[in-house]
């Protein structure tokens, strides 16, 4: 009888183990699937177009500003852009990571 309770707590830990292992490995496998294989976004081919992620919806704009990684050179760069759109009375859309997919970020022959 105790050797089948030593027994049983083994095959008991055993499985414990399996399942925290196996709720670990998949998703992190999952991910680094998807990591690999997840494409960079790319804009349009066209010069002064831009489209979402699911290449459905392109639009012509203004011009396209990469940020600044630097803060301070960010903030001054994006003042001047909202100083320049204001004087010449263009709108801004921000693209973010650019994965959105629709026209919601999209405002055409605006500044990107």
Known sequence: MLRSKKNMRKILILICCFLFFVSIII???FLGYKYYKDMPVSHSDKHGFVNDASHLNEMSVDSIISVK???TDAILQLIALIKEAKDNGRKISI???Q???GDILFTKA???
């Open 27 to 29: 998703p992190v496998a």
């Open 69 to 71: 990684r630097d803060s």
């Open 95 to 97: 693209a973010g990571a």
């Open 99 to 101: 994965h959105s997919m």
């Open 110 to 112: 605006a500044c990107f």
